[in-house]
T-cell receptor, first 115, second 108 residues
């Protein structure tokens, strides 16, 4: 049981390049999230998806797009990377808001550097 | 104002002492509250959750919730050097929002 799998683990981009961070979960969870973590800033929510087919903005959505491809997969796209997007990105999944299930599982993170 | 606030620390306690970590939240619609532990370079891992006012104990950990004061805390009894980590408080309304985390250092 892999849990939440993120790819890639590390990435270096040049300013203006685009890329997609992939996330997949095998726990049949409804909700999926993308966070970024910067020193001293904690985890900030970029986008979330409460269920397949829905996505909503979080605290810091600018510069990002997401796709909930199916129940398992939730991808994060940077269309034109900027140095301010240098961060560690975490994907997470949980059973869902309605059920109030407490468990939110995190992937191992993607360390992104934009030069 | 951030929806979930924590003191960034570091909080330094001696081995064997009680560590007290605090968190406040602004959205009165928040129903569920979580404490995650994050070691340096690792992913956050859930250690406690609480829904109801009062205390909830699990081993050396006690979570406390006061909805009237919009306050959540985590007590770690008999603190060990292995407890040294960043502790993240999170609130669940229609999305899971985290505080900035409190760094705990337990010294021998």
């Amino acid at each position: 049981n892999a849990g939440v799998t993120q790819t890639p683990k590390f990435q270096v981009l040049k300013t203006g390049q685009s890329m997609t961070l992939q996330c997949a979960q095998d726990m049949n969870h409804n909700s999926m999230y993308w966070y970024r973590q910067d020193p001293g800033m904690g985890l900030r929510l970029i986008y979330y998806s409460a269920s397949e087919g829905t996505t909503d903005k979080g605290e810091v959505p600018n510069g990002y797009n997401v796709s909930r491809l199916n129940k398992r997969e939730f991808s994060l796209r940077l269309e034109s990377a900027a140095p301010s997007q240098t961060s560690v990105y975490f994907c997470a999944s949980s059973e869902g808001i309605i059920d109030r299930t407490p468990w939110a599982f995190f992937g191992q993170g993607t360390r992104l550097t934009v030069v | 104002q951030k929806e979930v606030e924590q003191n960034s620390g570091p909080l330094s306690v001696p081995e064997g002492a009680i560590a007290s970590l605090n968190c406040t939240y602004s959205d009165r619609g928040s129903q569920s509250f979580f404490w995650y532990r994050q070691y340096s370079g690792k992913s956050p891992e859930l250690i406690m959750f609480i829904y109801s006012n009062g205390d909830k104990e699990d081993g050396r950990f006690t979570a406390q919730l006061n909805k009237a004061s919009q306050y959540v805390s985590l007590l770690i009894r008999d603190s060990q050097p292995s407890d040294s980590a960043t502790y993240l408080c999170a609130a669940d309304t229609d999305k899971l929002i985290f505080g900035t985390g409190t760094r705990l250092q337990v010294f021998p």
